[in-house]
């Protein structure tokens, strides 16, 4: 159930933390003879590594399931980001424009949008820090690209991670939104501050039916 912060910096390859980068997998051909096994380092097995993820989303589960049980779920001791986020993700190359980030997002109403670098995650982005970012020119940077800009700060995270926890650290780095990331390393769907929002307002209307 971690959480990440990534600098604010170029996108240039990936920005996404060690911990959700692809992990290399070894030979693991049966019947045949494999290389001497290394003492000092040693690749994980493709099914070493699903093993791993899956362990610890079922432990996270076990841990706070029958606490969550019969509760609200704004007022759960877990509530997994997976149950709040957004699975609708819109990227653009780093190749492209600052026009280019701003007119996408209009196009599709959204106010957050993924900057890749050859199809590497490499920054999240929202509409108020392009807009800020333009105001601080002297010239017209709607023609700059992105590549060249360096992009603000960014938070990723799992999908079994607590939502609760996630909601603190988004205040601590006076965020909106968090990237998840699945366990192949790649963008799963993201989380806003509206997300927070609409669970709570949720909650709040059936508490005045009741």
Same mark, same amino acid.
């Given at each position: ?67 969550a049980a019969g509760?609200? +779920?704004? $007022?759960?001791?877990? *509530?997994?980001? /997976? ?8 990227? %653009?190359?780093? =190749? ?39 105001? +601080?020119? $002297?010239?017209?940077? *709607?023609?700059? /690209? ?8 960014? %938070?990723?995270? =799992? ?46 209307r059936h508490e005045g039916i009741v």
């Amino acid at each position: 159930m971690s959480i990440f912060v990534s600098e604010p910096g170029r996108p240039v390859g990936t920005r996404l933390p060690e911990a959700f980068r692809g992990r290399r997998v070894g030979d693991v051909t049966e019947l045949t003879e494999s290389h001497p096994i290394s003492t000092s380092h040693s690749d994980a097995t493709d099914a070493e590594f699903q093993q791993a993820a899956q362990s610890g989303r079922h432990r996270a589960l076990e841990e706070y399931g029958e606490a969550a049980a019969g509760e609200p +779920k704004e $007022q759960r001791p877990y *509530l997994p980001v /997976s149950r709040i986020c957004s699975p609708t993700l819109y990227s %653009l190359a780093a =190749s492209a424009t600052v026009s280019d980030a701003l007119t996408t997002m209009d196009e599709h109403g959204v106010q957050h949008i993924v900057i890749t670098a050859d199809n590497n995650v490499a920054g999240l982005v929202d509409r108020r820090w392009f807009l800020a970012w333009l105001h +601080k020119q $002297q010239v017209s940077g *709607l023609n700059q /690209s992105l590549v060249h800009i360096e992009l603000p700060a960014f %938070l990723t995270t =799992s999908p079994e991670t607590d939502a609760h926890q996630l909601a603190r650290l988004l205040l601590a780095h006076q965020l909106n939104a968090a990237l998840v990331i699945d366990s192949s390393g790649q963008p799963a769907g993201i989380v806003t501050s509206t997300d927070y929002l609409r669970l709570y307002a949720s909650a709040g209307r059936h508490e005045g039916i009741v």
